[in-house]
C-alpha cells in the first residue's frame, strides 16, 4: 500500500515530468536532459531485490542544517586554508530540484547527469553519494544522509585558495573536489534532494542525490574573499549567510 506521503512524491514527480524538458535551450549542445521523454521508471541496475524510494519530507531541515551550517563557517572563515566569503547564500529547499534529483536516484548507478537543468536554474550543479551498508554500519536513514554531505564537504582539505579563484578544468584534481565546489558555491540559493534503497546481490545499497540551484564552472572563481555584505541582510540562524531572497545575478 503506498503511503500518503511517498504518493505525494509521485505526484511531485508526475508533475514535474509534465514539462518540456527537451527545450533546445536548456542543455549544452548535444546534451539531453535527465527528465527529456523519461517514463520515471526505476533502472534496470536497480536490480530484483527490495527497493525503497526514501520520502526525504521530515529529513528536509537536517539536510539544509547540513549544508547551511558548513557554509557558515566558511563564510566566517572557519574552514582551514579558505579565506571568508562575499555574500553566501542560504539554501531553500526546491521541490522541481528534488523531483530531477528523483530521477538520477531511481537509476541506481552513481552517475552524474549530462544535464538536469531547469528554466529557472540554467546552470544546476549536482552531488551524488553510494554508500554500501554492511551489518556492522549504521543504517538509519539520518545518519547515512549526514556521511553523504560530510563525505561531499570533506573533500574541502584538497581545496586552495587558488582552487577557488580558478576552479581547475575537468579531470582528476577537479574530480577530488567537485562536491564541495557544488556545496561552496556561493549563489547556490537552492537545494533538492532524492534517496533510494536498494539491495543488490544480497548487499544493500543507499544512493542519495542532491540537486542546486547552481554549478562551479572551471576557470571561474567558486566565490569571493568577503569584502561587501549582502545586500538584504543576513539570515536570522545563520548569521553568516544571506537570508533568502538575496539576488544574484547569475543563478
Known amino acids: 500500500m503506498i503511503s500518503s506521503l511517498l504518493l505525494l512524491l509521485l505526484l511531485l514527480l508526475e508533475q514535474t515530468l509534465s514539462q518540456d524538458y527537451c527545450q533546445p535551450a536548456l542543455c549544452p549542445k548535444y546534451k539531453k536532459h535527465i527528465a527529456c521523454r523519461h517514463n520515471s521508471d526505476l533502472g534496470k541496475a536497480c536490480g530484483a531485490g527490495k527497493i525503497v ?17 558548513p557554509r557558515n563557517s ?6 582551514a586554508k579558505l579565506p571568508p566569503t562575499e ?31 531547469t528554466a529557472e536554474f540554467y546552470n544546476s550543479g549536482q552531488n551524488v553519494a553510494l554508500l ?23 573533500q574541502h582539505k584538497a581545496m586552495t585558495a587558488e582552487h577557488l579563484q580558478r576552479f581547475p578544468k575537468p579531470g582528476k584534481l577537479a574530480d577530488s573536489m567537485r562536491n564541495f565546489a557544488v556545496m561552496a558555491r556561493d549563489n547556490n540559493t537552492h537545494v533538492g534532494c532524492a534517496a ?13 542525490v542532491c540537486n542546486y540551484a547552481s554549478n562551479y564552472v572551471a576557470g571561474q572563481p567558486l566565490y569571493r ?25 547569475d543563478v
Open 53 to 69: 524510494l526514501l520520502n526525504l519530507t521530515q529529513h528536509q531541515p537536517a539536510i539544509l542544517n547540513m549544508h547551511n551550517s
Open 74 to 79: 566558511l563564510a566566517a572563515g572557519k574552514v
Open 87 to 117: 555574500r553566501m547564500a542560504s539554501m531553500q529547499w526546491h521541490e522541481e530540484l528534488e523531483a530531477l534529483a528523483l530521477l538520477n536516484a531511481k537509476q541506481c548507478v552513481l552517475t552524474y547527469d549530462p544535464c538536469h537543468n
Open 132 to 154: 554500501n551498508i554492511s551489518a556492522d554500519v549504521l543504517t538509519n536513514d539520518e545518519l547515512l544522509l549526514k556521511d553523504a554531505i560530510e563525505r561531499w564537504w570533506d
Open 196 to 208: 533510494i534503497r536498494f539491495e543488490k546481490l544480497q548487499l544493500q545499497h543507499f544512493l542519495f
Open 225 to 249: 574573499p568577503k569584502s561587501v555584505n549582502c545586500q538584504g541582510g543576513y539570515d536570522k540562524q545563520f548569521k553568516e549567510l544571506c537570508k533568502p531572497g538575496e539576488n544574484y545575478r
